[in-house]
């Protein structure tokens, strides 16, 4: 039974018991509802506990029934039906009342928690609003501004501001249900409050309203949800709790049928699966209590934060005492500014720092489990870097190398002990970006593979498993991605409207501001790199720019022309010169073919990516885009979009 009733005198305990998240699937919703009738006609019961098994209350709706017709009964019937009960319900939470858990214990007549239980509306991350009175209900008791953050902000409320909000009538400790049970034989004795939906709102001026429409809007960068959720509240506070339940539900319903939710339930799952691949059932990870960096640049001063932040030692590795000097000032800045963001309290950074061990030359990574290498992209230094790495360190320590595009096979060429060899590819900032392409040779064991996958899970990021070839998943399609885009240039469009139209898909920057910002000459290097070793790589557009000296922001120009401090692109008439002997005729192209072109090349190079057998599913390859590259979360990814054009 994923719902079960234990009775504690006059108290019935009601305990919702749906691994993993104890969802509100139909079978749950049809117990409550039924559980509801019973408990009220059964004269032995004065009042109710409802509860979570396990950690948490409820972590939200059933998303797998999302494709499918509603079934009855509702969430809104139930939390409708236990909100009018005849006899007293009282929420007691522990952990994560998520979604449809937190509208549930809206609809009870009162609610205790623990200190450290959290309460959201996360709705808007899978392109939906709350359709179970979260809107309506929320607001009447917490107030509408705070509400506003809650519904469409993304807010998290912990027990204890619940608590001061008004949500939660009591804070208590474990054993929560037999707290929970003394609070309602305690409440008995006093007059029940109004339930939520009859409680008095008071609406705010309209300028608060515009304020957050404008902030809102911002935030958004185009998905549809987070207005909407704010709609649904300003129409409630406006027009009464029965009219905005309503139109609640008619947004969500609404909502639940869109594209832009369709896309948003793909990666949530697709995010979920990452980290537990199916190759991988039953293989144990590693130790993993101690990590090397080699290399004090952007990249591995980004991979020390990011291990710092999980709470592993750090040891980091520079050539010379200048080098690892500023690799540490680097270091020491990212988490000076993540407390100067209030992300880490002063105490936080400095213990971030105090992990770190910085070493010139190798012989202090002799003993860590994990050593990641982050030097300059060029196979022979990282071949000395590892034929050093296999003398110094212990036989079972992993080995792994951070590159790009090289082929990790020839890296780990002579090392002793090349099953414990592995590619960790970070994306940069490597302490914020979410990505780990984590790339296998032929002899890792699955064991070092199986630690890749746990490493990700601690520091937080999305794991996708690449086969080997020039660029792994993400650079390749990137490649094929600004291939298309220069191709569009060549044929007379301009780079301004192409970066255009690609913003208005919901893209940062389009593909030439990018490529301004990250800095022409880096592929310019890796094709010039290509023609030496004989391949047929024609001239490009950025080939000429890059001769002529402009390699992006960093020199001033590139395809765009920058003012000095500035980083606003301003179309440059230099840029438009030089490229010249490659351009045809000015051609204009409408923004939703500019997009469709790009996203139809990056389709045909996922495509080829499955069919050699680099990337395991569509899914991965969307993965790798929108955690990677900024492809808009709203859009899926590229295999996603392109699976659902009409044959």
Not at 264 to 280: H, K, N, Q, S, V
Not at 527 to 536: C, H, L, S, T, Y
Request: aromatic share 6%; glycine share 10%.
């Amino acid at each position: 039974m994923s719902v079960t009733v234990t009775h504690r005198g006059p108290i019935a305990v009601v305990t919702i018991d749906n691994p993993p998240v104890n969802a509100l699937s139909l079978a749950v919703r049809t117990q409550l509802f039924a559980l509801v009738e019973a408990l009220d006609a059964d004269e032995h019961v004065r009042a109710i506990v409802l509860t979570g098994g396990g950690k948490l209350f409820v972590g939200g709706a059933d998303i797998t029934e999302f494709g499918r017709p509603v079934e009855l009964p509702s969430l809104p019937a139930l939390i409708e039906r236990i909100e009018n009960a005849a006899k007293p319900w009282i929420a007691a939470v522990r952990g994560a009342a998520l979604g449809g858990g937190l509208e549930l214990a809206l609809g009870c007549h009162r609610r205790v928690a623990t200190a450290e239980a959290r309460f959201a509306l996360p709705e808007i991350n899978l392109g939906i609003i709350p359709g179970s009175g979260g809107t309506q209900r929320l607001p009447r008791l917490i107030g509408i501004e705070t509400a506003i953050r809650v519904a469409a902000e993304n807010l998290t409320l912990d027990g204890t501001r619940a608590a001061e909000l008004g949500f939660i009538d009591r804070l208590v400790q474990e054993p929560l249900v037999d707290a929970a049970e003394a609070f309602a034989l305690e409440a008995l004795s006093r007059p029940l409050p109004e339930p939520a939906s009859r409680r008095p709102l008071a609406t705010p001026a309209a300028t608060a309203w515009e304020e957050a429409t404008q902030r809102i809007g911002r935030a958004a960068r185009g998905a549809s949800a987070p207005l909407r959720a704010l709609e649904a509240l300003r129409f409630g506070a406006e027009n009464g709790f029965e009219a905005g339940l309503a139109n609640e539900r008619a947004i969500f319903l609404e909502l639940r049928a869109s594209d832009e939710s369709a896309a948003l339930r793909y990666l949530f799952f697709a995010e979920r699966a990452a980290p537990r691949p199916a190759g991988l059932r039953g293989i144990a990870a590693l130790p993993l209590a101690s990590a090397g960096v080699i290399g004090g640049g952007t990249m591995g001063v980004g991979i020390a934060a990011a291990l710092r932040n999980a709470g592993i030692p750090v040891v980091l590795v520079e050539r010379d005492e200048q080098s690892l000097e500023r690799g540490l000032t680097a270091l020491k800045a990212i988490f000076e500014a993540a407390r100067k963001r209030a992300s880490l309290s002063e105490e936080e950074a400095e213990a971030r720092m105090r992990g770190v061990t910085g070493a010139v030359g190798y012989e202090a990574l002799a003993g860590c489990d994990l050593v990641i290498e982050a030097v300059f992209e060029d196979l022979a230094v990282k071949r000395d870097v590892f034929a050093t790495l296999g003398r110094v360190c212990r036989p079972d320590a992993i080995l792994a190398t951070n590159t790009s595009y090289i082929d990790p096979r020839q890296i780990a060429e002579g090392l002793p002990h090349p099953d414990r060899f592995i590619g960790l590819h970070f994306f940069s900032p490597a302490q914020v970006m979410k990505l780990l392409e984590i790339v296998p040779i032929p002899e890792t064991r699955p064991e070092v593979l199986a630690t890749g996958f746990e490493l990700a899970r601690r520091l937080g990021k999305v794991p996708v498993r690449s086969g080997i070839c020039d660029g792994f998943i993400g650079n390749r399609i990137l490649r094929r991605y600004r291939a298309e885009a220069e191709a569009m240039v060549r044929d007379g469009v301009a780079p301004s409207a192409i970066d255009a139209a690609m913003r208005g898909f919901g893209y940062a920057m389009g593909p030439f501001e990018m490529q301004d910002m990250a800095g022409l000459d880096i592929s310019f290097l890796h094709r010039e790199a290509a023609r030496a070793r004989g391949e047929a790589i024609a001239e490009t557009p950025g080939d000429l720019l890059v001769r002529a000296g402009r390699k992006g922001q960093k020199s001033g120009g590139g395809w765009y022309d920058y003012a000095p401090g500035n980083r606003t692109p301003i179309p440059s008439p230099d840029a438009a010169r030089l490229i010249a002997p490659l351009v045809g005729a000015p051609l204009e192209l409408a923004p939703d073919r500019i997009v469709a072109r790009l996203i139809d090349a990056m389709a045909l190079e996922g495509q080829a990516i499955l069919d050699e057998g680099i990337a395991g599913s569509p899914s991965d390859i969307d993965l790798v885009e929108v955690h990677g590259y900024g492809f808009p979360r709203r859009h899926g990814g590229p295999m996603f979009l392109s699976s659902r054009q009409p044959s």
